[in-house]
């Protein structure tokens, strides 16, 4: 049996070194010492920079993976750049290495698989370690994010995080130049972008399921403000509850701005930028059997039955291995003012909570 790790200590190392995605070597190491001293078959460089600890038992039984994500996020601050952990994803380590050193030499079947993934906030993570096959024998993923104050209060646990598929999308119009005295000779770009957001805000979709497509960004003209652009370009944010909704959304998005250029003599291209984030599609089976543990482990007023959350790479698991059973909690730790925010803080003593559940859970399958 390994010592068991003091998750705040943990929390507190890991939190001085913030990295950028596939660049975690400081943590890495880290992570990677602290597993070989446990006794774990240790396997590092996994997608880059990633760190996987494996620990099977004699008899019989599923892989189990759990899996936390290792990057920090890039600020500029006064005009200097920054890298902070302000996502949380140091106090997920330590809660995964926590419960590593909780599970050492408990294990009777199957196999227990750590996945310490770099870049989820490159969005191009998960699949850098799919990619190195580690999930050629993953029956069950697991994953673990922590919640602002906002989201469920401190100290409680969320047996769901409903993820949202999302993508960011960017839309190039062509048009004519002309003078803007002679504006019938041109194709007018600024005029046309503008009707590309209008219409786009008129589409329609299930009004039952949560989504949205926001204009973030419009780019059109030159130094004259005499001059009618012909070129220019508009950037999208957008998310959807399910993935079939989003595949719709996109379809309409994209037929929407090409007949509306069209309409105006111009031509309109959409870009995907990168891989479209896929939404959560969780094993019902495993929800409950987590609702149930997040109970019994910390007690019924302890458990919060859903959490919202943004987009998250862990989701390509389900798509790339649609056998995979998948199930992912939100830690209530009181993170204000929120995630992504250069400040943001939160009480690490509520991290045990995140480690007793996901203990619990995997001791039913593999102890």
């Given at each position: 049996?390994?010592?068991?790790?003091?998750?705040?200590?943990?929390?507190?190392?890991?939190?001085?070194?913030?990295?950028?995605?596939?660049?975690?070597?400081?943590?890495?190491?880290?992570?990677?010492?602290?597993?070989?001293?446990?006794?774990?078959?240790?396997?590092?460089?996994?997608?880059?920079?990633?760190?996987?600890?494996?620990?099977?038992?004699?008899?019989?039984?599923?892989?189990?993976?759990?899996?936390?994500?290792?990057?920090?996020?890039?600020?500029?601050?006064?005009?200097?750049?920054?890298?902070i952990h302000a996502c949380g994803h140091d106090s997920h380590c330590a809660m995964l290495l926590a419960i590593a050193?909780?599970?050492?030499?408990?294990?009777?079947?199957?196999?227990?698989?750590?996945?310490?993934?770099?870049?989820?906030?490159?969005?191009?993570?998960?699949?850098?370690?799919?990619?190195?096959?580690?999930?050629?024998?993953?029956?069950?993923?697991?994953?673990?994010?922590?919640?602002?104050?906002?989201?469920?209060?401190?100290?409680?646990?969320?047996?769901?995080?409903?993820?949202?598929?999302?993508?960011?999308?960017?839309?190039?119009?062509?048009?004519?130049?002309?003078?803007?005295?002679?504006?019938?000779?041109?194709?007018?770009?600024?005029?046309?972008?503008?009707?590309?957001?209008q219409n786009a805000g008129l589409l329609k979709f299930a009004p039952t399921l949560t989504w949205s497509m926001k204009?973030?960004?419009?780019?059109?003209?030159?130094?004259?403000?005499?001059?009618?652009?012909?070129?220019?370009?508009?950037?999208?944010?957008?998310?959807?509850?399910?993935?079939?909704?989003?595949?719709?959304?996109?379809e309409k998005l994209e037929r929407s701005a090409q007949s509306t250029a069209a309409a105006f003599g111009g031509k309109?291209?959409?870009?995907?930028?990168?891989?479209?984030?896929?939404?959560?599609?969780?094993?019902?089976?495993?929800?409950?059997?987590?609702?149930?543990?997040?109970?019994?482990?910390?007690?019924?007023?302890?458990?919060?039955?859903?959490?919202?959350?943004?987009?998250?790479?862990?989701?390509?698991?389900?798509?790339?291995?649609?056998?995979?059973?998948?199930?992912?909690?939100?830690?209530?730790?009181?993170?204000?003012?929120?995630?992504?925010?250069?400040?943001?803080?939160?009480?690490?003593?509520?991290?045990?909570?995140?480690?007793?559940?996901?203990?619990?859970?995997?001791?039913?399958?593999?102890?």
């Amino acid at each position: 049996m390994a010592q068991e790790l003091d998750v705040v200590e943990l929390y507190n190392d890991l939190h001085k070194t913030p990295e950028l995605g596939f660049q975690e070597f400081k943590t890495s190491a880290y992570i990677a010492q602290k597993l070989k001293e446990m006794g774990y078959e240790v396997t590092t460089g996994v997608g880059k920079t990633g760190v996987v600890a494996v620990e099977k038992g004699g008899e019989k039984g599923p892989c189990v993976m759990i899996r936390a994500d290792m990057d920090a996020l890039p600020f500029k601050i006064n005009g200097e750049d920054k890298v902070i952990h302000a996502c949380g994803h140091d106090s997920h380590c330590a809660m995964l290495l926590a419960i590593a050193s909780r599970l050492k030499g408990k294990i009777k079947r199957g196999t227990l698989k750590l996945l310490f993934q770099p870049g989820e906030e490159t969005l191009k993570g998960a699949l850098s370690v799919i990619e190195d096959g580690v999930l050629d024998d993953v029956d069950i993923a697991l994953g673990l994010h922590i919640r602002p104050s906002s989201d469920i209060p401190d100290g409680t646990v969320a047996a769901t995080l409903m993820h949202s598929a999302s993508i960011f999308v960017r839309i190039d119009v062509e048009g004519l130049a002309s003078h803007a005295s002679r504006p019938h000779l041109g194709v007018n770009c600024a005029e046309m972008l503008a009707a590309i957001v209008q219409n786009a805000g008129l589409l329609k979709f299930a009004p039952t399921l949560t989504w949205s497509m926001k204009c973030t960004k419009i780019e059109v003209g030159g130094a004259a403000v005499n001059v009618i652009p012909d070129k220019g370009y508009c950037m999208y944010d957008v998310r959807a509850e399910t993935n079939p909704l989003m595949k719709d959304m996109l379809e309409k998005l994209e037929r929407s701005a090409q007949s509306t250029a069209a309409a105006f003599g111009g031509k309109a291209t959409m870009k995907l930028l990168g891989d479209v984030i896929p939404a959560c599609e969780y094993d019902d089976e495993l929800v409950k059997e987590m609702s149930d543990c997040i109970a019994e482990t910390l007690g019924a007023d302890k458990l919060r039955a859903t959490s919202i959350g943004g987009g998250e790479d862990f989701h390509f698991f389900k798509i790339k291995k649609p056998s995979l059973r998948t199930a992912y909690i939100g830690v209530g730790t009181g993170a204000t003012p929120g995630l992504h925010h250069p400040d943001m803080h939160m009480n690490p003593a509520s991290l045990i909570n995140g480690v007793k559940v996901m203990v619990a859970f995997a001791l039913k399958y593999l102890g």
